[in-house]
């Protein structure tokens, strides 16, 4: 299991908005954003199935280059602090990704409003997706350069900061760009990219782990690289002729509001205790292998990595298949309701009787669950989007849902352990998966 599936991918749609609708023509089919007002507040429109073209492995490449790095720098920064401060090594990593992810949660939400808001012959989203991934790769880098704590916060935080304004961006790019009825389709290939991103970043940080501070160097890099080819190989069109609100302090703050809607805050709540439910299990792995199920801590590790290589693959089968089909069937939610179900029943043998096979049989389980829903979540969340013209800022919102559960998780699963024992993880773990279910199948004009 792996970083927030900050992750996932991509997310838009009322009454105003805040200028004409781009054009549409050959190179840039009919999208979700271009669908006529509704006279309630209204889902995203059908307007039949485009093709993705190039925008399809951009988005590959694109949610790929974040993912390689933002798991591999946990890694090597623990590394790097057990060379610097061995003694207070764990208290330095818990620090930095605290205040890194309060920084990532942040800017996610502030640059998707300003990109929201932005015009430029280069569109909204591109100057922000190259623009953040040079400064988050610019503050990792320097990271790598300091063995003064105070600046390596610093400098995580921007990188994550920098992280944050690149994926509002990036993720805004499918209710600006993709035609509704691949959706799926672009959602399934974002996901695939975190995963094999997240996957590749386990085995840099693997072979770096003897000189992290090269690694924490060179490896967020990526990003710039993948931005560039976005940016180079699907220009978007000038908005300079579109009118915008003022920039104004309260104009800007007002932007920054989530929008009240019911199906939006059911969206949210349903992503978060699904990701929640995966991440609470997520932390105590090597214990549960050790203190509850009593093997050792060499064969645990074993186990931890046929597992994830497990979970790996089956939520990349899942991802492919799952995107496709919502794409054909024009329906997402019963699929995201699905995939959440199955994470529960996941848990289930765990409830009944930790052992080794039933640890392996959640993975597998989980794993197919956790594909699918990644899969469909990107384009279930941009089409519960209640208004256009503030799409990369309500998706900077919703990804809070992703963001969060990597803070709380722990938390969560420390006072679990510490009140019920380590057992009690997988009923929390069901729970919450439960949960998420029955939110997202309270969304009303999502299909």
């Given at each position: 299991m792996s970083h927030a599936a900050s992750a996932t991918v991509g997310e838009a749609h009322v009454v105003e908005r805040l200028g004409p609708p781009p054009a549409t023509g050959p190179d840039r089919p009919a999208t979700a954003a271009d669908a006529p007002p509704h006279d309630t507040p209204p889902a995203v429109a059908h307007t039949g199935p485009g093709k993705l073209g190039r925008l399809g492995p951009l988005l590959f490449a694109g949610h790929l280059s974040w993912a390689l790095p933002a798991n591999a720098a946990g890694t090597l920064l623990q590394a790097l602090f057990a060379d610097q401060r061995a003694d207070s090594k764990v208290a330095a990593a818990a620090t930095i990704t605290a205040i890194g992810a309060v920084a990532s949660i942040t800017a996610t939400v502030a640059a998707g409003a300003l990109s929201d808001l932005t015009r430029s012959r280069h569109g909204r989203r591109n100057p922000w997706i190259l623009g953040g991934a040079a400064v988050s790769a610019t503050g990792l880098s320097l990271a790598g350069l300091t063995s003064v704590f105070a600046l390596q916060?610093?400098?995580?935080?921007?990188?994550?900061?920098?992280?944050?304004?690149?994926?509002?961006?990036?993720?805004?790019?499918?209710?600006?760009?993709?035609?509704?009825?691949?959706?799926?389709?672009?959602?399934?290939?974002?996901?695939?990219?975190?995963?094999?991103?997240?996957?590749?970043?386990?085995?840099?940080?693997?072979?770096?782990?003897?000189?992290?501070?090269?690694?924490?160097?060179?490896?967020?890099?990526?990003?710039?690289?993948?931005?560039?080819?976005?940016?180079?190989?699907?220009?978007?069109?000038?908005?300079?002729?579109?009118?915008?609100?003022?920039?104004?302090?309260?104009?800007?703050?007002?932007?920054?509001?989530?929008?009240?809607?019911?199906?939006?805050?059911?969206?949210?709540?349903?992503?978060?205790?699904?990701?929640?439910?995966l991440f609470v299990v997520a932390f105590y792995q090597l214990y549960l292998f050790t203190d509850l199920i009593g093997v050792s801590t060499g064969r645990a590790g074993a186990l931890i990595a046929t597992g994830t290589t497990l979970l790996g693959v089956a939520a990349l089968v899942a991802s492919l298949v799952t995107g496709w089909l919502s794409d054909r069937q024009g329906r997402r939610k019963p699929i995201a309701v699905g995939a959440s179900v199955l994470i529960a029943a996941a848990a289930v043998p765990l409830v009944l009787q930790p052992g080794i096979l039933a640890m392996m049989a959640f993975y597998a389980v989980a794993g197919l669950g956790y594909g699918a829903f990644l899969a469909v979540d990107g384009a279930l969340m941009v089409e519960v989007l209640p208004a256009a013209g503030s799409e990369a800022k309500d998706l900077g919102v919703l990804s809070i849902a992703n963001s969060a559960p990597v803070v709380l998780g722990p938390v969560l699963a420390g006072v679990t352990v510490s009140l019920a024992g380590y057992r009690a993880l997988f009923v929390v773990s069901l729970v919450l998966a439960t949960a998420g279910a029955l939110c997202i199948a309270r969304i009303r004009r999502v299909r």
């Open positions: 916060v610093i400098c995580f935080a921007v990188f994550q900061a920098g992280l944050g304004a690149m994926l509002a961006a990036l993720y805004a790019i499918m209710p600006d760009r993709v035609a509704v009825g691949s959706l799926g389709k672009a959602s399934a290939l974002g996901a695939v990219g975190y995963l094999v991103g997240t996957a590749l970043g386990g085995f840099v940080a693997a072979g770096l782990i003897e000189s992290p501070a090269l690694g924490i160097l060179v490896v967020p890099w990526t990003m710039v690289v993948a931005a560039l080819l976005i940016v180079v190989l699907a220009p978007d069109r000038s908005n300079l002729d579109q009118p915008r609100e003022r920039l104004d302090v309260r104009g800007v703050l007002r932007s920054l509001l989530p929008p009240d809607d019911a199906d939006f805050r059911w969206a949210f709540a349903g992503r978060f205790a699904v990701i929640l439910a």
